[in-house]
């Protein structure tokens, strides 16, 4: 069971005098109904606790009204109350009595009524019987004792002048292995190593020594400490800018989430959630009051885990400007024309070409233009050749009628008899 109390000193006796042994018996002191302060009250967390406290016979009456006085004193410093401390008291000697179970008063002024009428027992010192009927027959449901689940510290105080005339040893180790936290309080002749054989460790923090039961009392500040420990977080005496935490009897500062503590270990500064390794966007990262959502570059869209993008289509109908192709291009888009048109200067709309413009066709002579189409033809003279493109010069021919054949055919007749004759002449 984690340590529900405090740093305790070992040993404290105090240099104040020993109560005279005499027989006279010192005037009864009345038990303070009002108790300290209410400053004094302890906050602490709840507890189950029960005192064991020694009346045999070596513990004189006035010496047993003091015992009833620290325990008067330490219920006034509890924050008592069925959801909060509930306490119990057990008186032994040779027999054990439980005076009052964890489940009788939950107010102060009730259970320091109930000490006030608690009467010393008789002879003998039986503190290992005194634990046994503890763990038996108080730190049991049915008496009082919260449930488990609950976790709340199940808590014994043992106050004793002597040496335990029983087992204690084992009774003691089976209480703790039971969860029961044992505090050992020594007064004048009792046993040191009695009670470091029944206290809980570290032994330094729960095991206590006083000289005379006269100065018990000033253990009441030592247990406060112990189980008060003041919740610095819950009073608001603290001086966190934002978050405090309790650390023991102590406390520290923290920041929320998306800040850091600054030095003076108590104010916080928002911290860069955006630096390099401290968040998980994709693309861009954009802080936000101390934490931090993510965005994409032009062209992207945030994906549904809301840290990585994916690249839109930025050709698709609505996205563009372009008057007739548009290129994706790497989250962004570029614009085209079709065949026979050019790019104009802003960059979005398209002008068709002089498709007979020189260098622009490959017929040998003449373009022609159709659309945005052309074709080749021939200067005169000239017949476009099987391939569309070049020409060859023409072979002409006149076309003459019958009459002009026939004259050409005397013609030729005349020029044959004209041709025989000059050849006769030369022969003579």
Do not use: W
């Not at 006035?62 to 008291?89: N, Q």
């Not at 247990?223 to 650390?247: D, M």
């Not at 659309?371 to 076309?399: E, F, V």
Request: charged fraction near 25%.
């Amino acid at each position: 069971m984690g340590r529900a109390l405090g740093i305790l000193c070992c040993c404290l006796a105090l240099a104040l005098p020993a109560a005279p042994r005499g027989s006279a018996l010192r005037p009864r002191r009345q038990l303070r109904p009002g108790g300290p302060s209410a400053d004094m009250t302890c906050k602490n967390r709840p507890l189950d606790l029960v005192f064991i406290v020694d009346s045999s016979r070596s513990v004189r009456p006035e010496e047993f009204e003091k015992v009833k006085i620290f325990l008067s004193e330490m219920i006034d410093t509890l924050d008592v109350g069925e959801r909060t401390t509930r306490v119990a008291v057990m008186n032994y000697a040779s027999t054990v009595k439980v005076e009052f179970p964890l489940r009788t008063y939950f107010d102060k002024a009730s259970l320091k009524e109930a000490v006030s009428h608690i009467e010393p027992l008789s002879a003998g010192t039986m503190t290992g019987l005194a634990i046994q009927t503890a763990m038996d027959e108080v730190f049991t449901e049915e008496m009082g004792t919260r449930p488990a689940t609950l976790n709340i510290p199940k808590v014994v105080i043992v106050v004793t002048d002597g040496r335990p005339q029983d087992e204690v040893q084992d009774v003691a180790a089976s209480a703790r292995t039971a969860g029961i936290e044992i505090y050992a309080v020594g007064v004048d002749r009792a046993d040191m190593q009695s009670l470091r054989i029944m206290a809980s460790e570290p032994l330094d923090e729960h095991v206590f020594y006083v000289e005379t039961y006269g100065v018990i009392e000033k253990l009441t500040s030592k247990f406060r400490e112990t189980f008060c420990a003041v919740n610095a977080c819950a009073l608001g005496i603290h001086g966190c800018e934002q978050v405090c935490v309790r650390n023991g009897r102590s406390y520290l500062c923290d920041c929320y989430e998306g800040y850091a503590l600054n030095p003076d270990k108590r104010t916080c500064s928002a911290v860069d959630t955006c630096a390099p390794g401290r968040h998980k966007c994709d693309q861009i990262c954009v802080s936000n009051n101390g934490s931090y959502v993510c965005d994409c570059y032009e062209g992207y869209t945030l994906n549904p885990d809301k840290k990585t993008c994916s690249a839109r289509d930025m050709c698709a109908p609505g996205r563009h400007d372009c008057a007739q192709v548009c290129l994706s291009n790497n989250g962004s888009y570029s614009c085209d024309c079709y065949e026979g048109y050019t790019l104009n200067p802003d960059k979005k709309t398209c002008s068709g070409v002089d498709v007979c413009a020189p260098g622009r066709h490959d017929c040998e002579q003449v373009c022609v233009r159709d659309g945005l189409l052309y074709s080749c033809d021939c200067y005169q003279g000239y017949t476009l050749n099987p391939d569309k493109k070049t020409c060859s010069r023409a072979i002409t021919s006149s076309l003459v009628t019958t009459e002009e054949s026939c004259k050409c055919e005397a013609i030729v007749a005349l020029q044959d008899s004209v041709t025989s004759r000059l050849e006769a002449l030369s022969t003579k």
